[in-house]
């Protein structure tokens, strides 16, 4: 049974920071990108950043870049967001995403979600 258990979530005050971890079960990690994905209610699941198998190459909204940084363990299976310089608009449901490197049809798993708000 495959598993993505997010945690880290919270309140935090503007400026401040968060890390956010996935720990994943029941798949063989490096075979998988990992992603972060974000969700305010009534809109749309948006990509937030993603890292290769190995983390050699990582991606990120632009609305994230130079503030949020994407790194994984494949030793313990874990994948991190580390969110700095959080802004209101950063307030979302935080989501983690597994997905094969060959085809998503092979695998694309999702976590439950991990609040984050940012507010004074």
């Known amino acids: 049974q495959v598993q993505l258990v997010e945690s880290g979530g919270g309140l935090v005050p503007p400026g401040g920071s968060l890390t956010l971890s996935c720990a994943a079960s029941g798949i063989t990690f490096g075979d998988y990108f990992m992603n972060w994905y974000r969700q305010v209610p009534g809109k749309e699941r948006n990509l937030v950043a993603g890292?290769?198998?190995?983390?050699?190459?990582?991606n990120y909204a632009d609305s994230v870049k130079g503030r949020f940084s994407i790194s994984r363990d494949n030793a313990d299976n874990t994948v991190h967001l580390q969110m700095n310089s959080l802004k209101p608009e950063d307030t979302a449901v935080y989501y983690c995403?597994?997905?094969?490197?060959?085809?998503?049809?092979?695998?694309?798993?999702w976590g439950e979600g991990t609040l984050v708000a940012v507010s004074s």
């Open positions: 890292i290769t198998r190995f983390g050699s190459n990582t």
């Open positions: 995403n597994a997905r094969h490197h060959v085809d998503p049809s092979l695998g694309d798993y």
